[in-house]
């Protein structure tokens, strides 16, 4: 009688490890990206008009950074302005992502001139 119940309570643990990988994969899956899904949303991003409203995946596709990276600068600061509808759904304007790429994005021609802009900015 003892092994018995042993046995259904490792078939029920190996059912919930199951369980729980398969979600994990899933997370995985949902926060990867396809290239062709990555293509598809800066399409939709460059021919918006200024005052669209984005999701989030729209913002992390034109930066080149995750969700998670975007989800983050939100919690932090120092990332795209954003807006919040009465329903809790985050938004981004593409003037807005327009305006922090143009700050967060300077061109450079060479590492002497990026050395020389972060002495400038500690004096």
């Known amino acids: 009688m003892g092994k018995l119940n042993s046995s259904r309570q490792a078939a029920a643990l190996y059912r919930r490890d199951l369980g729980r990988k398969k979600q994990l994969i899933r997370r995985k899956e949902l926060s990867r990206l396809s290239s062709a899904r990555r293509t598809e949303l800066i399409a939709e991003y460059e021919a918006a008009p200024p005052d669209q409203l984005l999701i989030e995946q729209h913002v992390a596709a034109v930066l080149q ?8 600068r939100r919690l932090t600061g120092g990332g ?3 807006l919040k509808d009465p329903a809790g759904a985050v938004r981004y304007r593409k003037f807005d992502v327009e305006a922090y790429k143009k700050r967060a994005f300077v061109p450079y021609r060479s590492t ?3 050395e020389g802009s972060a002495k400038r900015s500690d004096e």
């Open 65 to 72: 950074r995750s969700r998670a990276w975007v989800q983050l």
């Open 80 to 82: 795209p302005v954003f």
């Open 112 to 114: 002497s001139e990026y």
